[in-house]
Structure formats: C-alpha cells, structure tokens
C-alpha cells in the first residue's frame, strides 16, 4: 500500500470557502481569517494513506474534493471498511476530541484534496464560542449518524440486497450516474457489506445475467434502475 511523504500544501486565504457555510457560520470575521490563513489543503493520490490508525491527531480534516474510505485493520491484516465518505464532509473525526490518536485508517479512493485545520484552533473556537460549538456537533452527529444508517441499511439485507444497494449507493449518492467506475474492488466491496468475495463476484455476474448491469473491469453501467431497487429494498 502507498504511503503519502512530502506531498505540496497548499494555503487557503478566503474567507467564504464552503467550510464557513458548512459549519463556520457564527465565527466572526477575525476567526474566520485565522482559520483560512492557518487551513492547509493536502493533495492525496489514489490509494495514498491520509493517516493510518495510531497516528496523532494534529488536525479536524474535511474533504474537499475526492472519496475516501475509513477502515480498520484487525490483528490478522484484514481490512474492515466503515464508510466510504464524499466531498464536503468532515473525514475520520470519530474519536477527534477524545483521543490522542486516531482509531481508524483513512485512505484515498481517488484523487482527493483534504483540508486541515489544527485541532487546537478548533478546540479553543469550541471554548469561546457556544453557537459554533453547538454547530460544530450537529454537524460531527450528522456525520456519525450516516456511519451508522449505512452500516443498518446494509445489514438489514441479504447477500443480492446488499450488493444491490452498495450500487445504488454509488450511482445515487456518489457519482449521480447510472455509469461510473467503482472505486473499491469486489474484495472491498465484501467487506463492506460483511460478505465474502465469491459470493459477491457470483451476485454480480447474475446482475449481468439478468441484465441489470453491465460490468467491464470497475465501469459499471446499470441498465435496470427498478429491478436494482426492487432487489434493494426486498433484500
């Protein structure tokens, strides 16, 4: 697995970038501007670890651009993936104000651009002012509460459900097509939804039996949007 070294920052000195309308809005100008002149954006290649679990926590990170997956590794070296996150979301904050170290792994699906602001500018806007504050955890209990809706919604299926709505997922919630290409293998894809590989590789070859999708290599194409979702909410 590639591990990102030396990667080029980039400063961001605006003060009405998309962070401020997410969860800065009752920040007055003069913290604002030292949010932005101290907010780093860190580019990552696909497949770059973001910061792997174990690492100190430096940073509150939000992703600007990309898709990102939050994982745990288990003693035997098996991945376990918890959430795949898309732009505009805070990223691996799960543990932020708890911890010294970050409990979970967090890697590039895609080129991605993170931006960061040191934990300790947050913690002190989080002292002083109540409304960011309370701002602040609507918007880390949002996050935390699609962690978990994801995680039921998968559970509550049966092997052709699940796969069924993990593609549904991409197509609707990440890349807004009915053609994209997937940026997790069959094996991640596993263990995403707690299934094994074969049964996976078995439930997408009778998608393209059935003529649901059409697969080349990760460039999926679903031709029959209802009988997905039929197969989706019937899992």
């Known amino acids: 697995m590639i591990v990102s070294v030396n990667i080029p920052k980039k400063r961001c000195s605006c003060l009405s970038c998309e962070l401020r309308n997410l969860v800065f809005t009752n920040l007055d100008e003069e913290d604002v ?16 670890i973001i910061h792997g679990a174990g690492d100190p926590i430096r940073a509150f990170k939000y992703l600007r651009s990309g898709l990102v997956k939050l994982y745990n590794v288990t003693p035997e070296g098996d991945e376990q993936i918890i959430t795949i996150t898309r732009p505009f979301e805070f990223v691996s904050n799960t543990n932020v104000f708890y911890g010294d170290t970050y409990r979970y792994s967090l ?14 500018i947050i913690k002190d806007l989080i002292l002083k002012n109540g409304k960011f504050a309370l701002n602040l955890i609507k918007s880390l209990s949002k996050t935390a509460e699609g962690i978990i809706s994801l995680t039921l919604e998968i559970r509550r299926r049966n092997l052709a459900g699940r796969t069924a709505f993990v593609l549904l997922y991409f197509s609707n ?16 894809i596993a263990d995403l939804i707690s ?19 059409r697969a080349n290599g990760r460039t999926i194409e679903i031709t029959d949007m209802n009988k997905l979702e039929v197969i989706s909410r019937r899992g």
Do not use: W
């Open 107 to 120: 890697s590039a699906l895609e080129d991605s651009v993170v931006c960061c602001i040191r934990i300790e």
């Open 195 to 213: 299934m094994s590989s074969a049964n996976v590789i078995r439930t997408f070859s009778e998608f393209r039996r059935d003529g649901i999708i």
């Open 33 to 48: 501007e030292q949010i932005c002149e101290t907010k780093e954006e860190i580019s990552y290649s696909k497949g770059e």
């Open 173 to 188: 919630e990440i890349y807004h097509s009915r053609i994209f290409e997937l940026p997790v293998s069959r094996k991640e």
